[in-house]
């Protein structure tokens, strides 16, 4: 089956890094997104890696290893309004969007 | 101003009662999504149309039916088959092609009385 593991919650603390990752198994690949979700509202788009290794953009990187069904979502300099849940989604050989549960990350002062 | 509308934002339905969300895109992408999302799961994919005229069955369609009759509509009937309706619905659209990103609608929330 397919599945997607990331943490449910991680809290950190304002100013600095925090690394979420996620595991996934599909059936096929195709790439993997990174979004973002504020509470009550729609996920927005942070990044695409369909190749291994770090893609940079900002305050946030993104990194895969597909050998290893892994990545990750990196955010330095966090602020207030990184508070936010961060969902991982790997594109199946359908082409369809494998949605993890998403992890809630707590930023404080 | 191009993006993707959803409306209403909060939709209340009565037992046995067939409710309509409204969802609009002006960013002339030709693929849109419908998707369900409940407390401490991921997203579920309900229906999804990657040309007009045309839409197909996610992992949970039972209980809900779309029209593709314009490239910039994709309206979702929450019909009174599906049991357990209150959730929290998006709709996304998507360049044609299967890599492209899903930028989505503000989200309908949906309640049952």
């Known amino acids: 089956g397919q599945n997607i593991d990331q943490p449910t919650e991680m809290t950190a603390t304002e100013g600095a890094i925090v690394q979420i990752n996620c595991t996934y198994q599909?059936?096929?690949?195709?790439?993997l997104f990174w979004y973002q979700q504020h509470a009550g509202e729609a996920p927005t788009f942070l990044s695409y890696?369909?190749l291994d290794g770090l893609e940079e953009k900002g305050r946030f990187s993104s990194f895969l290893s597909r050998s290893k069904g892994y990545s990750y979502l990196l955010l330095k300099e966090l602020q207030m309004k990184d508070s936010a849940s961060y969902l991982c989604?790997?594109?199946?050989?359908?082409?369809?969007?494998?949605w993890g549960a998403g992890t809630k990350l707590i930023i404080k002062p | 101003d191009g993006g993707i509308t959803q409306s209403p934002k909060y939709l209340f339905r009565k037992e046995g009662q067939n409710v309509t969300l409204s969802c609009e895109q002006n960013?002339?992408?030709?693929?849109m999504y419908w998707y369900r999302q409940d407390p401490g799961q991921g997203l579920r994919l309900i229906y999804y149309?990657?040309?007009?005229?045309?839409?197909q069955k996610g992992d949970i369609a039972e209980g809900y039916s779309v029209s593709r009759e314009k490239k910039e509509s994709f309206p979702l009937t929450v019909t009174s088959a599906q049991k357990n309706p209150t959730a929290f619905y998006l709709c996304?659209?998507?360049?044609?092609?299967?890599?492209?990103?899903?930028?989505f609608g503000p989200g309908t929330r949906l309640l049952v009385l």
């Open positions: 960013l002339n992408h030709d693929a």
């Open positions: 149309s990657q040309i007009v005229n045309d839409f």
């Open positions: 989604a790997p594109l199946d050989s359908n082409y369809q969007l494998i």
């Open positions: 890696n369909v």
């Open positions: 996304a659209s998507a360049l044609a092609g299967d890599k492209e990103t899903q930028y």
């Open positions: 599909t059936s096929g690949f195709n790439g």
